[in-house]
Nanobody, 123 residues
């Protein structure tokens, strides 16, 4: 089972940018479809973005399209989420997750989860 650790969260003003990273241990992330999810206070966890195991397909929730970019680094063992033009509604704990599926954006397909990193957007 892969262990995942997120980093890069913080406090940013609306319109600003952050880059989240997710590292893995115990198994290379390159063999998984990887995703980012988030959970705001009092709300259900929701899908943000995913990249298939091959790295040639990406998926985004509509509200982040054009602002967020999911990618893997050259080693394929670090997952990133570049977040630009952050808005108040992006405030949440962000989680990375791994799936054995070749390609999926379905939360139920993800079996390994990190502990999360807090992103807070202020006005």
């Amino acid at each position: 089972q892969v262990q995942l650790v997120e980093s890069g969260g913080g406090l940013v003003q609306a319109g600003g940018s952050l880059r989240l990273s997710c590292g893995g241990s115990g198994h290379s992330l390159g063999t998984y479809t990887m995703g980012w999810f988030r959970q705001a206070p009092g709300k259900e966890r929701e899908f943000v973005a995913a990249i298939n195991w091959l790295g040639d397909s990406t998926y985004y929730r509509n509200t982040v399209k054009g602002r967020f970019t999911i990618s893997r680094d050259g080693t394929r063992n670090t997952l990133r989420l570049q977040m630009n033009n952050l808005q108040l509604g992006d405030t949440a704990v962000y989680y990375c997750a791994a799936s054995n599926r070749l390609s999926t954006a379905n939360e139920a397909d993800f079996h390994s989860w990190g502990q999360g990193t807090q992103v807070t957007v202020s006005s």
